[in-house]
């Protein structure tokens, strides 16, 4: 029993690889880094060195269920140029994809003016980065009707890729506009010319409403499409409540996610978010409840947990 559930699983990793090629980003924009989303937001803080780490796990009480670990770093380095890097590793029953990534981001502010403390500075940024994926199959952890099938001559599969973004905040606005996984050389196919790569496009939407000292909103949608014509919609809603200097405080909050094809409308996941900030050290969770008819065993819950430090940037007085 134990194998034929893991079988279905590889079987759905194969139908989604497209959606999964690169990292498969949930809510890590949210609790973790948006970094891994857009180049463009790397170091777009020129006063920290940000360093991000994230565990997401879907079935966790599932032998093999899907997992995703990554590990981020970015900052200001020689007056706007900022670079980063980050590393992920995706298990998903008998497939582990793993990827290095390096990103370097160009900051420009709009204007030259004061601002008071509910006005964040305005800047124009544009990133880019290289990754490094490789994949794998573990295809002892399954069992197959026909060992010769064409499907299982390779198990293994490496590829390097392109991330380009930009993105401006502008009077509390934000709006990022990026493109990933973008392959460098000949297209090449996975699974012995089966799924074919895609290229993942990404829209996100922002603003930062200071309702009163120390108490903020923020609302946000995230929209994202693959070469493949797959599509997805988050809509966000985040309250922070602040205390002490340096965006300390506690934030609570829900995302929405909620797939989008030909067929209609298919609603994925509601997420109650979880952040906190206590000095330097910064902490999440989200919890993601299944709204989707797709469940393994009864089971339609994932989480996501990510733990942060943001370190003084001795070069961040450069940056205007």
């Not at 030259?112 to 800047?123: I, Q, T």
């Not at 902490?283 to 989480?303: E, N």
Request: charged share 15%; net charge negative.
């Amino acid at each position: 029993m134990k194998k034929f559930v893991l079988f279905c699983l590889l079987l759905l990793c194969i139908k989604n690889v497209n959606a999964q090629q690169g990292l498969p980003f949930y809510n890590h924009y949210l609790v973790g880094d948006k970094m891994l989303i857009n180049p463009a937001y790397a170091g777009q803080n020129p006063e920290i060195i940000s360093i991000n780490a994230t565990h997401r796990n879907q079935w966790d009480d599932l032998p093999d269920s899907p997992s995703t670990q990554t590990v981020s770093a970015h900052g200001t380095i020689i007056d706007r140029l900022a670079v980063g890097a980050y590393f992920f590793n995706d298990r998903n029953g008998a497939t582990k994809l793993t990827g290095f990534n390096l990103t370097a981001a160009y900051h420009i502010p709009l204007d030259d003016r004061s601002y008071s403390e509910d006005a964040e500075k305005s800047v124009f940024s544009f990133g880019v980065g290289a990754s490094s994926v490789s994949q794998r199959f573990d295809f002892s952890k399954i069992v197959v009707e026909n060992p010769n099938d064409p499907a299982l001559d390779t198990d293994s599969y490496n590829a390097l890729f392109l991330n380009l973004g930009l993105s401006v905040k502008y009077m509390n606005f934000n709006v990022g506009v990026s493109v990933l996984d973008i392959p460098l050389g000949e297209n090449v196919y996975f699974l012995n010319n089966i799924e074919p790569l895609p290229t993942w496009y990404y829209l996100n939407l922002g603003y930062n409403w200071y309702i009163s000292e120390g108490i903020r909103l923020e609302p946000s949608l995230v929209y994202n499409l693959n070469s493949n014509s797959d599509r997805h919609l988050d809509i966000n809603l985040l309250s922070h409540f602040g205390f002490g200097d340096n965006d300390q405080g506690v934030g609570v909050g829900v995302g929405y996610k909620q797939g989008l094809d030909k067929n209609g409308n298919q609603p994925l996941f509601i997420s109650p978010i979880l952040k906190l900030k206590v000095g330097s050290l910064r902490a999440g969770l989200s919890y993601d409840i299944g709204l989707s008819d797709f469940q393994v065993d009864g089971r339609k819950q994932g989480f996501l947990f990510s733990l942060g430090l943001d370190l003084q940037n001795p070069w961040g007085d450069r940056y205007y």
